[in-house]
């Protein structure tokens, strides 16, 4: 546990170090939505979107964003370069396990999606008027499910992928996807209604968020699903992780 | 008092076979060398030593104690420098060495490591910053941040410019000095006739030497030459008749002697009896680059 608090303070210190990478993951989803909540039509209420504006209809999809950035992306990126560069072996020779710095990059991976989430919701709030989740235990839920799932297969990336390159090459398109199904790209109201209901399933499953953040509360079967992705991804990277 | 103790040490990968059969004592306060040709299964007996990797069979016990079994002791006082193993990018000197120092229960001081391993100016550097040689020495303040009464150091210099190793040599020798056994696994001949007490020499998975730098070369080469000039012409029997003579030839106006034993001796006081002087008198030994092409048939890397 010493040695777990010891590695999490530096991973935390080296994290704040690389600002460029740490802006982005923070700021970049606020950024889009102050861009878009300047444009006075996409304030207007929409029967698009049930009444709504369109920044309001589009925060959740911001919050993709930066769940993906860090779950499938800036994680297992550096779990596979810690394991390639020898960090993870040469902390099994020391008294402290290498799992203490897997656990330490969950957690900053953590803290920087809840600071990215927690920034949106804040400056959505103040500046552009977004109400605040109206089912605040179902957003957390949509959330904490959708953000584990994301995590979990990141770390299934790590796991599986012997170099950082091939990690890179399933991160980036694993990353596409999470976006585009995310309705990031494109707004769901304009991709087919088969390809928005795919996204409700895929993690983090921004349906479930939508509907937790503006609408009636989040369907069971969309947390239940992303659950169901946490557990088996996270099992899978579990069995096959390698430290070496 | 040997500190580690091997006994048909077997190792596969598969099919490949990385370690046959390999036997070998430390002894407390030596500095051991494991030398070999690569792939000889050098890195593999180590890391079944340091408790990386389990045997396939043999055994191996570390300061009396099993390194699967009692990994977690183990860990406290064997520090292992990895072959190849870096640190993250933006991590500090004085940082790296504070975090492994919380790790152990009785760690060095990390500052005082750090002026001793001539890190001190660069303690608040990031580590891709450092030169190579730099980042060897602070993977070797890494290995010896816990005050171990081990330390296991794989391809110590491979890497680093004459001068950095040069410096890296005389660190160990002082790391000895303290009391720490150093088990070093090398390809370089330099370093290991240079540092090394005992080398145990690897090839194919086997051990087919073991012996001091100079025991070595004596039982698997032997042979030494004097080279000299003579001032005045010089019979070649006088030279075959000594019992250290094996050959003698001439190339130019140079003899060339060829022997065993205390040859430079022989020769030189068979020429002081007839007052021949010997100018440019040079002797030449087999080194350890000699014994080792012998004992493995393989040219050593450099």
């Known amino acids: ?244 | 008092m040997p500190v580690i103790e091997v006994t048909h040490l077997k190792k596969r990968y598969g099919d490949l076979v990385a370690v046959d059969d390999v036997s070998l004592t430390v002894e407390a306060g030596e500095i051991f060398g494991v030398l070999g040709p690569n792939g000889a299964g050098k890195t593999t007996t180590v890391e079944c030593v340091a408790g990386l990797r389990v045997p396939d069979g043999g055994g191996v016990s570390v300061l009396g104690l099993d390194p699967r079994r009692d990994a977690a002791q183990l860990r406290q006082r064997v520090g292992v420098q990895l072959q190849e193993s870096q640190l993250p990018d933006r991590l500090r000197v004085a940082e790296a060495l504070e975090l492994y120092a919380s790790f152990y229960r009785n760690p060095a001081d990390p500052a005082a490591l750090i002026d001793k391993l001539g890190l001190g100016e660069k303690r608040n550097t990031a580590y891709k910053k450092l030169s190579g040689g730099q980042k060897q020495r602070l993977s070797i303040a890494l290995a010896l941040v816990g005050n171990p009464e081990i330390a296991i150091l794989d391809e110590l210099t491979t890497g680093l410019d004459p001068q950095a190793r040069r410096d890296t040599w005389g660190l160990i020798e002082q790391v000895r000095d303290s009391g720490v056994t150093i088990v070093l696994v090398t390809h370089f001949m330099e370093e290991a006739e240079r540092l090394c007490d005992r080398i145990a020499v690897i090839d194919r998975g086997r051990v087919v030497a073991l012996d001091t730098p100079t025991g070595l070369v004596s039982a698997v080469a032997p042979e030494q030459r004097v080279r000299f000039r003579p001032s005045a012409p010089v019979d070649d029997r006088l030279l075959t008749d000594l019992p250290e003579v094996s050959d003698v030839r001439r190339t130019g106006g140079q003899v060339v002697v060829t022997g065993t034993g205390d040859l430079l001796h022989a020769v030189t006081s068979v020429l002081a009896r007839h007052q021949i002087v010997a100018a440019d008198l040079r002797l030449e030994q087999s080194t350890l680059d000699d014994a080792f092409v012998e004992l493995t048939g393989h040219r050593p890397v450099d």
């Not at chain 1, 878009?36 to 009444?51: A, K, M, V």
């Not at chain 1, 402290?96 to 989430?117: D, E, T």
């Not at chain 1, 500046?127 to 949509?142: K, N, Q, S, T, Y």
């Open chain 1, 1 to 244: 546990m010493h040695a777990f608090r010891q590695i999490l303070r530096i991973e935390a210190r080296l994290y704040l170090r690389d600002l460029p990478t740490l802006l982005t993951i923070v700021g970049l989803p606020t950024m889009i939505l102050v861009v878009l909540g300047l444009i006075p039509s996409l304030r207007e209420p929409d029967p698009n979107f049930d009444g709504q504006n369109f920044v309001n209809y589009f925060a959740p999809s911001l919050l993709v964003v930066t769940l993906a950035m860090v779950g499938v992306n800036t994680m297992p990126m550096a779990l596979a370069t810690y394991r390639e560069r020898g960090v993870l072996r040469r902390l099994a020779t020391t008294p402290a396990h290498p799992g203490a710095l897997l656990a330490a990059q969950l957690v900053v991976a953590l803290a920087a999606i809840l600071a990215s989430a927690l920034l949106l919701i804040i400056v959505g709030r103040l500046a552009f008027g977004v109400p605040l989740p109206e089912h605040p235990l179902g957003f957390a839920l949509a959330f904490v499910l959708g953000t584990a799932a994301l995590l979990a297969l990141g770390l299934l990336v790590a796991a599986v992928a012997r170099t950082t390159k091939a990690a890179q090459a399933l991160a980036v398109p694993l990353f596409l996807l999470t976006m585009f199904f995310g309705g990031v790209y494109l707004p769901r109201f304009l991709l087919p209604d088969a390809v928005a209901r795919i996204g409700d399933y895929t993690p983090p499953g921004v349906q479930a968020l939508l509907d937790a953040w503006t609408g009636p509360s989040p369907q069971p079967l969309h947390l239940a699903i992303m659950a169901v992705i946490a557990v088996t991804a996270g099992a899978g990277a579990a069995k096959l992780f390698r430290w070496e």
